[in-house]
């Protein structure tokens, strides 16, 4: 009897000290993307974990399914996300709609600049923290450009004549995302560049006559110059073809130039790649800049004060700084002023930026909680006009229908006109 | 001893009830609340809690062209792909029945594409079909036929797409076809030959009606999975060019995960339900009548 009392102490206490343990234990759950700087945070999140004793399960996900795992998770109320990587201008307003953004009142966000932080905010309060800029340019091979003795193009005009110069059954003149959906944000440059928009005030308005020029100039240059089968390509199948020396000019995101010039991936030797601003159009040279991606604390986490110190470590100077060391473009303004930093950053990333900077648009696509649905929308109106080479019988009345389905999805969502 | 009574009297409710249970929660209760939640308008980029809405949302999706399309192009997709392999099964298992050298291998060979992941697949038909630097079109070049756009256009997503389905699922039908036959009774074919019947005739009036039960049960789980299909669409097209290869599973999922229109895709998904269900009972009736 005495052994039995005292086996059941043992475990009893043992118990006890295991509940304490588990107590003590300061454990956060953080969604990543699978983007360099979600690669970068990972890599470091071991020196966070030893600095401050809070163990940080992390775990990383394709953009899309992070979307995916998020809206999941949150919708059904079962989530144990603390802090996650978010992107303001595909979920913001759906997010920040549910409630599943925490206000973050106490956070620093004097070396963000203005615009930037306009997608992160929602009346008085700031959402989440900014952490990534994107910019269009124009990726192009100088050697190919070299021997058709043409100069870099510098407008629409002269984009088109060197692409027609340059296009031959081994190489594209020109390319750029021609996949529905995924072409509206490089699509969005074209369309300021001739001097319209997609949303006015929270009003469809890419039926007006700017915007369907843009849309007829982008389907004339793609179809005409671009590489078969565009109309089913996105970054990921043209950056390999750019890559293999297929296609001699390409406008995407400034994101993709590491991987352009990196030697490990592409058959280009890193001398003939430039890059260059985006080309002016017959209105305004306005090319997007936009903060692609931010990081948020859930407004349902149970370790908010963990989650805070997270973020503020995961947004400070000292990991901007190494981001921008590996050419990821940084959100922080005071990277950007430094000059130690810049020197060792590519030229051509930090003088497209600088201009981009000072006369791009915040926005690349349309800025509303529906965007997946607008975006295919007006996706349908890229591939027909790619399709008939810009010369589309049927792409205005196209469009003034797909303008009136978006305004439908507007009203739909409580944002018409707002 | 009262409650030792109450099992006796009960054992044969107590003993399935766990089993009922478990597939009361982990399959009917999904395709409640799927009908449930197709009568709302549940719409998270709104923002707003769901309610009820009674018909509105299936009067909404079911007119719209884009869900006629889809659905017309779930039935060519099955009809094309598992009517095509129906065909080349049983033609391959009607092969593979018979003594040959080098058969352990060709059956082994058969059984790989159906052992492979159906998204790694989707990838490396997408790098087949490439049109620049695909296998398929290199192929074509060197043989002098014309170059295709494959996936890549509208007009042969659909085909390209039949082509990778069938690639992989046709093993299944020889796999059960090749059971079939192993299973048939050779009394039938001896007697035939001993009437003086040819190997053709014995084919169409002895072995196929011997073996349309097993055809047709392999033709139904085709046919289910078919109209089902998701993985190999949405890993290669994603339901494009534009909306040119989208199925209602396709539909489903982006309405649902791209739109977050979680009302609306639930009247998707419970047509694709009722679809598959007729067509199986459907079948199964047939099958029934092919017995007889």
């Given at each position: 009897m005495?052994?039995?009392?005292i086996?059941?102490?043992?475990?009893?206490?043992?118990?006890?000290?295991?509940?304490?343990?588990m107590?003590?234990?300061?454990e956060?759950?953080?969604?990543?993307a699978?983007h360099?700087?979600?690669?970068?945070?990972?890599s470091?999140?071991?020196?966070?974990e030893?600095?401050?004793?809070i163990?940080?399960?992390?775990e990383?996900l394709?953009?899309?399914?992070?979307?995916?795992k998020?809206?999941?998770e949150?919708?059904t109320?079962?989530?144990?996300?603390?802090v996650f990587?978010?992107?303001?201008?595909?979920?913001?307003k759906?997010?920040?709609?549910?409630?599943?953004?925490?206000p973050?009142?106490?956070?620093d966000?004097?070396?963000?600049?203005?615009?930037?932080?306009?997608?992160?905010s929602?009346?008085?309060?700031?959402?989440l923290?900014?952490l990534?800029?994107?910019?269009?340019?124009?990726?192009?091979r100088k050697?190919?450009?070299?021997?058709?003795g043409l100069?870099?193009?510098?407008n629409?005009m002269?984009l088109e004549?060197a692409?027609?110069?340059?296009?031959s059954?081994?190489?594209?003149?020109f390319?750029s995302?021609g996949?529905?959906?995924?072409a509206?944000t490089?699509?969005?440059s074209?369309?300021?560049?001739?001097?319209?928009?997609?949303?006015d005030?929270?009003?469809?308005?890419?039926?007006?006559?700017?915007?369907?020029?843009?849309i007829?100039?982008?389907?004339?240059?793609?179809g005409?110059?671009g590489?078969?089968?565009?109309?089913?390509?996105?970054?990921?199948?043209?950056m390999?073809?750019?890559?293999?020396?297929?296609?001699?000019m390409?406008?995407?995101?400034s994101v993709?130039?590491?991987?352009?010039?990196?030697?490990?991936?592409?058959?280009?030797?890193?001398?003939?790649?430039?890059?260059a601003?985006?080309?002016a159009?017959?209105?305004?040279?306005s090319?997007?800049?936009?903060?692609?991606?931010g990081?948020?604390i859930?407004?349902?986490?149970?370790?908010?004060?963990?989650?805070m110190?997270?973020?503020?470590?995961?947004?400070?100077?000292?990991?901007a700084t190494?981001?921008m060391?590996?050419?990821?473009?940084?959100?922080?303004s005071?990277?950007?002023?430094?000059?130690?930093?810049?020197?060792k950053?590519?030229?051509g990333?930090?003088?497209t930026?600088a201009?981009?900077a000072k006369?791009g648009?915040?926005?690349?696509?349309?800025?509303m909680?529906?965007?997946?649905?607008?975006?295919?929308?007006?996706g349908?109106?890229?591939i027909?006009?790619i399709n008939?080479?810009?010369?589309?019988?049927?792409?205005?009345?196209m469009?003034?229908e797909k303008?009136?389905k978006?305004?439908e999805i507007?009203q739909?969502?409580?944002e018409?006109?707002k | 001893m009262?409650q030792?009574?109450?099992?006796e009297r009960?054992?044969?409710?107590?003993?399935?009830l766990p089993?009922i249970?478990f597939?009361?929660?982990l399959?009917?209760?999904?395709?409640?609340?799927?009908?449930?939640?197709?009568?709302?308008?549940?719409?998270?980029t709104?923002?707003?809690?769901?309610?009820?809405?009674?018909?509105?949302?299936?009067?909404r999706?079911?007119?719209?062209?884009?869900f006629l399309h889809?659905l017309?192009?779930?039935f060519?997709f099955?009809?094309?792909?598992v009517?095509?392999e129906?065909?080349l099964g049983?033609?391959?298992a009607l092969?593979?029945?018979?003594?040959f050298?080098?058969k352990?291998?060709?059956?082994?060979l058969?059984?790989?594409p159906l052992?492979?992941?159906?998204?790694?697949?989707?990838?490396v038909?997408?790098?087949?079909f490439d049109?620049?630097?695909?296998?398929?079109?290199f192929?074509?070049?060197?043989?002098?036929?014309?170059q295709g756009?494959?996936?890549?256009s509208?007009?042969?997503?659909?085909p390209s797409l039949?082509?990778v389905?069938?690639?992989?699922?046709?093993?299944?039908?020889?796999?059960?076809?090749?059971?079939?036959l192993?299973?048939?009774?050779?009394e039938?074919?001896?007697?035939?030959?001993?009437d003086?019947?040819s190997e053709?005739?014995i084919?169409?009036?002895?072995?196929?009606?011997?073996?349309?039960?097993?055809?047709?049960?392999?033709?139904?789980?085709r046919l289910?999975?078919?109209?089902?299909?998701?993985?190999?669409?949405?890993?290669m097209?994603?339901?494009?060019p534009?909306?040119?290869?989208?199925?209602?599973?396709?539909?489903g999922?982006?309405y649902s995960?791209?739109?977050?229109?979680?009302g609306q895709?639930s009247?998707?998904?419970?047509?694709?339900?009722?679809?598959?269900?007729?067509?199986?009972?459907?079948?199964m009736?047939l099958?029934?009548f092919?017995?007889i």
């Amino acid at each position: 009897m005495r052994k039995l009392r005292i086996a059941a102490l043992v475990v009893l206490s043992s118990l006890c000290l295991s509940i304490n343990a588990m107590a003590e234990t300061k454990e956060i759950r953080v969604l990543l993307a699978n983007h360099p700087y979600g690669d970068l945070l990972k890599s470091a999140i071991p020196e966070f974990e030893s600095a401050t004793g809070i163990k940080v399960n992390a775990e990383s996900l394709q953009e899309g399914q992070l979307t995916t795992k998020l809206t999941t998770e949150f919708a059904t109320k079962s989530s144990s996300v603390d802090v996650f990587m978010t992107r303001p201008l595909q979920e913001g307003k759906m997010f920040y709609k549910n409630g599943w953004y925490e206000p973050l009142t106490g956070f620093d966000f004097s070396d963000y600049p203005k615009n930037v932080m306009s997608v992160a905010s929602f009346g008085p309060k700031s959402y989440l923290v900014p952490l990534v800029t994107e910019w269009q340019v124009l990726y192009y091979r100088k050697d190919v450009l070299k021997e058709a003795g043409l100069k870099v193009p510098e407008n629409f005009m002269e984009l088109e004549a060197a692409a027609k110069k340059i296009n031959s059954d081994n190489i594209a003149g020109f390319a750029s995302r021609g996949k529905g959906a995924a072409a509206v944000t490089q699509l969005s440059s074209f369309v300021y560049n001739h001097g319209g928009l997609y949303l006015d005030n929270g009003v469809a308005v890419f039926d007006s006559k700017p915007a369907m020029d843009a849309i007829r100039f982008y389907g004339k240059i793609l179809g005409t110059y671009g590489p078969k089968g565009v109309t089913s390509m996105s970054w990921e199948n043209i950056m390999p073809l750019f890559q293999a020396g297929k296609v001699a000019m390409w406008t995407d995101a400034s994101v993709f130039y590491g991987q352009v010039v990196d030697p490990a991936k592409t058959q280009v030797a890193a001398e003939n790649v430039g890059i260059a601003n985006f080309p002016a159009g017959p209105k305004m040279n306005s090319p997007f800049i936009v903060t692609s991606w931010g990081i948020a604390i859930a407004k349902q986490s149970k370790n908010k004060e963990l989650a805070m110190k997270f973020l503020e470590w995961a947004t400070s100077k000292e990991l901007a700084t190494k981001g921008m060391l590996v050419n990821i473009t940084m959100a922080r303004s005071s990277v950007w002023e430094d000059k130690a930093i810049l020197a060792k950053v590519n030229p051509g990333l930090v003088e497209t930026r600088a201009y981009a900077a000072k006369n791009g648009n915040p926005l690349d696509r349309p800025y509303m909680s529906a965007v997946g649905e607008a975006r295919d929308l007006i996706g349908e109106l890229v591939i027909e006009s790619i399709n008939t080479k810009g010369e589309s019988a049927n792409l205005e009345k196209m469009a003034k229908e797909k303008v009136a389905k978006v305004n439908e999805i507007l009203q739909d969502t409580g944002e018409y006109g707002k | 001893m009262v409650q030792s009574s109450f099992t006796e009297r009960n054992l044969r409710i107590l003993f399935p009830l766990p089993a009922i249970l478990f597939v009361a929660m982990l399959m009917v209760f999904p395709v409640l609340y799927t009908l449930f939640l197709s009568f709302t308008n549940w719409n998270l980029t709104s923002g707003s809690p769901l309610s009820f809405v009674g018909l509105n949302s299936y009067t909404r999706v079911l007119t719209e062209p884009r869900f006629l399309h889809a659905l017309t192009r779930t039935f060519l997709f099955t009809i094309f792909a598992v009517a095509i392999e129906g065909v080349l099964g049983v033609a391959i298992a009607l092969i593979l029945n018979r003594a040959f050298v080098g058969k352990s291998l060709a059956k082994l060979l058969l059984l790989l594409p159906l052992v492979a992941t159906p998204v790694a697949v989707g990838i490396v038909f997408n790098l087949f079909f490439d049109p620049t630097t695909g296998l398929a079109n290199f192929i074509l070049k060197s043989v002098g036929l014309p170059q295709g756009l494959w996936i890549s256009s509208a007009a042969s997503v659909l085909p390209s797409l039949i082509i990778v389905d069938v690639w992989q699922w046709t093993p299944m039908i020889t796999l059960i076809v090749l059971a079939g036959l192993a299973g048939l009774s050779n009394e039938p074919v001896e007697a035939a030959h001993v009437d003086g019947a040819s190997e053709w005739q014995i084919l169409r009036y002895v072995t196929i009606p011997m073996l349309m039960p097993v055809i047709l049960t392999a033709m139904i789980l085709r046919l289910i999975d078919a109209l089902k299909t998701f993985d190999i669409i949405f890993a290669m097209t994603g339901g494009g060019p534009g909306y040119a290869s989208e199925t209602l599973n396709i539909m489903g999922y982006k309405y649902s995960f791209e739109y977050f229109r979680m009302g609306q895709s639930s009247v998707i998904l419970v047509v694709l339900f009722l679809v598959v269900f007729g067509c199986s009972l459907g079948i199964m009736k047939l099958r029934g009548f092919s017995e007889i």
